[in-house]
C-alpha cells in the first residue's frame, strides 16, 4: 500500500473519532457509551500507526534516537492501548452489571442518585 | 498531492476499507438496538484490522482481531445479553432533541479540527517506515528492550483490573 | 498460459491466491458428508448396533449390473447425499418474532471461522500450492480465527428470540472465552520454542532430528515432555472450541433443546451443521500441523537411514497422509464424544479455568527454563531441567488445585440421600420431633 497519502488514514480516524464522541453525547445506554468509547480509542490507534508508517520528520522530538526506535514507539502505544482498553473493559462492565444488579435498570439518565 | 503516486488497486482497496469502517462508524452511534451497535463495532474492529494490514503493521492488526473481535466484543454481547435476559424493556431508547444536537456538535467538531489539522499533513504522501517494522520479531524485540518498564506496568494494570472484575462480580456473601 | 501472463501482476496474485483458496476448500467440502456418514457408522459400531446400512444399496434384479454388484450394499455410503436432500426439501419455518437480519446472517458467520482456520494451515511441502497465505503470524492467525467462531452461535441465540437459545448462545461465549486462553497458552509453549509464529516454519522444524540427537527420528512436538503436555491441552481445548461432546453444553437437548439452533430448520439447519464438521476437520488438521509433524507420515527422517526414494515418495504423497491424519482426528473426536458424559457447567469452568489454563501456564514456564538452560550448560540439561520442572509442575497442580480444598468442594456437591451421621445418630437414639415449620 504506497499509494494512499497519510491523510486519508487520519481522516478516516478523525470520522470515527468523531462519531464515538456524538454517540457518548446522544445514546443513553452505558454499554453503548462504553463502546463508543472504544471506537474513538481505535481511532486514535489508527492515528498512531498512521504516523508511525509515514512518520513526518517533523514528529521525530530531538534525541529519540534512531530512525527504528522512532517507528517503533508508534507501535508500542498501540499495544498499550489496547492492554489499556482490555482492563477498563473487565472493570466497566463489571461495574455496569453490579448497577443492573442494584437498580434494575442502567439508562445513564436515571442515575442520580448522588445528585443530593 | 502529486496525482502520479497514486496507484488505483491500494487507493480502490484502501476506499472500500476505509468506506466499510466509516458507515460501521456511523452505526454504532444510529442504531437504536444495542446488540446491532455491538455488531457495527465488530465490523469497524475488522476493517480496521485490515487496514492495519495495509500499513504492514500485521503483528498489530491480528492482535487487534485476537483482542478487540475475539475478547472484547464477545464480553459486549455476553453482558448486553445477559442485561436482555434480566429484562428486555431495559434497552428501549429515547430519541430526542440529544440527537440534533449532538449531531450538530460533531459537525462541528469534525469540520474545525479537519480544516486545522489535515492541510498542512498533505505533503506526506512517502512511506519511511522499512517494510519490516510491524513484524512479530520488530515489535517483540522493541517491546522486550526500549518497552519493558511500562511493558510489567501495563501487567500489572490488567492484573488488577482482573482482580477488580472479579470483586465486583461476586455476589456479596451473606 | 500464454493469457495469464499477459494480465495485470496484482490480477495475478489475485488468481494464484484463489486457485489456492479453491484447492483447500473443495476437498474440505467434499469430505465433510464423509465425516458425517463415519460419524454415524463408527459411533453405530462402538455402541454395538448397526447404523445407516441402506441408502445406496444397488437393486437385487438389474440386468444391466454384473452379477457381483446386484444387490450389493455399500456400507451406506450414500446416507450422507439422503440426508442433504432431506435437508433441503424440508420445510423451512422461520418464526414471526425473531430479528430477521441476524437471523439469517447467523448460520454464514458460523460456517466462516471454519473455513478461514485454513487459511495458513500447510498441506504438503510445495510452496506454491499451500498455504493460501504464509503470514508471518500464522499461529496467531489461527488464534484470532478460532476466536471468532463464538459470534455464529451467539447471534444464533440472540436472534432466535427465544429463552433457551439465548442461554445456549450465553453457555457458548463463556466456554469458548474460557478454552481459548488455555489454547493460546499451549500454542505459545510451542511458538517459544519453535521461535516462529509461521506454520510452515513449524512444520519444517519438526523435520529436523528428534531432541536434536536422535538423527533418524523426526522432531514432532508431541514427541518432546513439553510439547506432549501442551498437545493434551489442545486436544481438550480443541474439542471445547468445536462444541462436541463432552463439551457440548450449549445444544445440550435435555436442558437447552437444542440450544442455539433450536429455531433453524433446513437449509440453515444444514449450515450449522456443516460448520462444525467442517471445524472438526480443520482443527484436526491444526493438531497435525502443530504437533504431529504436519504431512509427514511416520516421525522417521527417511534420508538419514539411507532411504531418500521414500522421502521423495513421501513429499509427493503428501496430502494423502495430512487427509489421514484429519481422518484419525475426527476418529478421536467421535470416540471422545462415544465414551464421555456431558460435563455440567460448573465442572466445565473449574476443567478450563483451573486445570488446563495452570498447565499450560506453567508449561510455558518450563518451555522458558528449558530454553535458558539450553544456552547455558548444553541440550542434556535443558533436557534434564525440562523433565524436572514439568514433574514439579504437576506436583503443585496436585498439591494446591486438586488438593483437600478442591476435594471438599467435590463432597459438598454431592447429592446425599442418606446423612451417615445422623443415621448412625439416629439408630443410637430416637431423635426429638422436629417442630413443624
Known sequence: MNGVPLVAYLGLGLFMFTCGVVGVIIRRNPIVIFMCIEL??????????????????????PGVGPLHSATMSGQMMVIFVMAVAAAEVAVGLGIIMAIFRLRNNVDIDEMNLLRG | ??????????????????????????????????????????VNFFMLAFLYFTLNCEMLGITQIVVYTGAIMVLFLFVIMLLNLGSP???????????????????????????????????????????TFGSPQSVGLSLFSDYLYPFEIVSVLLLIGIVGSILLAKRRIE | MGWYHHLNPVLQDVLNALGRVLLFLVPVLLLVP???????????????????????????NAKWLPGFLRGRSFFGLLQPIADGVKLFIKEDITP????????????????????????????????????IADVNVGVLYMLAVSSLGVYGIVLAGYASNNKYSL???????????????????????????????????????????????????????????FGFVSACVFLICMVAETNRAPFDLPEAENEL?????????????????????????????????????????????????????????????????????????????IWIRATLPRLRYDQLMA?????????????????????????????????????????????????????????????RRQVRLVDPARSTAALAKPEPEAPAL
Open chain 3, 167 to 225: 442461554m445456549g448462545g450465553l453457555r457458548s461465549s463463556a466456554q469458548l472465552i474460557s478454552y481459548e486462553l488455555a489454547m493460546g497458552m499451549s500454542l505459545a509453549c510451542i511458538v517459544l520454542a519453535n521461535a516462529s509464529l509461521k506454520l510452515t516454519d513449524m512444520v519444517d522444524a519438526q523435520m529436523q532430528p528428534l531432541w536434536g540427537a536422535v538423527p533418524f527420528l523426526q522432531n514432532w512436538f508431541i514427541l518432546t515432555p
Open chain 2, 1 to 42: 498531492m502529486n496525482t502520479s503516486q497514486l496507484n488505483i488497486p491500494d487507493t480502490v482497496f484502501f476506499a472500500v476499507l476505509a468506506g466499510i469502517a466509516a458507515l460501521a462508524a456511523i452505526g454504532v452511534v444510529a442504531f437504536p438496538n444495542a446488540v446491532r451497535s455491538a455488531l457495527c463495532l465488530v
Open chain 3, 34 to 60: 464423509g465425516c458425517i456418514w463415519w460419524e454415524r457408522r463408527f459411533l453405530s459400531w462402538m455402541q454395538d448396533r448397526i447404523g445407516p446400512n441402506r441408502v445406496g444399496t444397488l437393486p437385487k
Open chain 2, 89 to 131: 424493556q431495559a434497552f428501549f431508547e429515547r430519541r430526542d432533541l440529544k440527537w440534533i444536537g449532538g449531531g450538530l456538535f460533531g459537525l462541528g467538531l469534525l469540520v474545525v479540527v479537519g480544516s486545522q489539522v489535515l492541510p498542512p499533513l498533505l505533503k506526506f504522501t512517502q512511506v519511511r517506515a522499512e517494510a
Open chain 1, 40 to 61: 474513538m480509542l481505535n481511532a486514535v490507534n489508527l492515528t498512531f500507526l498512521a504516523f508511525a508508517r509515514y512518520m513526518p520528520a517533523k514528529m521525530i522530538a
Open chain 3, 257 to 333: 433443546i437444542a440450544g442455539y439452533h433450536t429455531e433453524y430448520s433446513s437449509m440453515k439447519f444444514a449450515v450449522f451443521f456443516m460448520g462444525e464438521y467442517a471445524a472438526m476437520f480443520v482443527f484436526s488438521g491444526v493438531f497435525a500441523t502443530v504437533f504431529l509433524g504436519g504431512w509427514n507420515p511416520l516421525p522417521i527422517r527417511w534420508a538419514t537411514i539411507g532411504a531418500p526414494g521414500v522421502q521423495h515418495f513421501v513429499e509427493l504423497t503428501a496430502p494423502i497422509w495430512f487427509l489421514l491424519k484429519c481422518a484419525i482426528g475426527i476418529t478421536v473426536y
Open chain 3, 351 to 411: 476443567l478450563g479455568w483451573k486445570s488446563l489454563l495452570p498447565l499450560a501456564t506453567g508449561n510455558f514456564i518450563v518451555v522458558a527454563l528449558w530454553i535458558m538452560a539450553t544456552r547455558l550448560y548444553g541440550a542434556g540439561a535443558g533436557w534434564g531441567v525440562s523433565v524436572l520442572a514439568l514433574i514439579l509442575v504437576f506436583g503443585i497442580y496436585k498439591a494446591f488445585l486438586q488438593g483437600p480444598k478442591a476435594k471438599n468442594e467435590l463432597v
Open chain 3, 96 to 131: 414471526a418474532t425473531i430479528d430477521r437480519a441476524i437471523y439469517f446472517f447467523a448460520p454464514a458467520v458460523a460456517l466462516f471461522p471454519a473455513f478461514a482456520l485454513g487459511g495458513v494451515m500447510p498441506w504438503g511441502p510445495y510452496r506454491n500450492l499451500t498455504p
